[in-house]
């Protein structure tokens, strides 16, 4: 499975920006999805997981109620919708693909494919 994400950006603290990634490669709908974020000098650290089907997330703490995931298994997209973003939010994140369909893991070891990443900066 090869990652492509996009949608990074400059935007304004209370902005919003939507975050896509695609995906090639066969049987898209048997990965969980997750969305990892890594800020300067930080670890990376978990954003937020779908499953196979779409019927089941995980969020982080920092992302519930801001953010939202979901995936259209048809076009093999999968999307991180993000409002009210802070200041802190910025990063680079990064999409995975978890080969466990079932597992929403929020460990970034638990995890076979990744994506280049993309910037997405909050400016206050």
């Known amino acids: 499975v090869q990652l492509q994400a996009s949608g990074g950006g400059l935007v304004q603290a209370g902005g919003s920006l939507r975050l896509s990634c695609g995906a090639s490669g066969r049987a898209f709908s048997t990965y969980t999805m997750g969305w990892f974020r890594q800020a300067p000098g930080k670890e990376r650290e978990f954003v937020a997981a779908?499953?196979?089907?779409?019927?089941?997330?995980n969020y982080a703490d920092s992302a519930k109620a801001r953010f939202t995931i979901s995936r259209d298994n048809a076009q093999k997209l999968v999307y991180l919708q993000m409002i009210s973003l802070k200041a802190e939010d910025t990063a680079v994140y990064y999409c995975?693909?978890?080969?466990?369909?079932?597992?929403?893991?929020?460990?970034?070891?638990?995890?076979?494919?990744w994506g280049q990443g993309t910037q997405v900066t909050v400016s206050s």
């Open positions: 779908i499953s196979g089907s779409g019927g089941r997330t």
């Open positions: 995975a693909a978890d080969r466990d369909y079932m597992r929403l893991a929020s460990r970034s070891d638990e995890y076979d494919y």
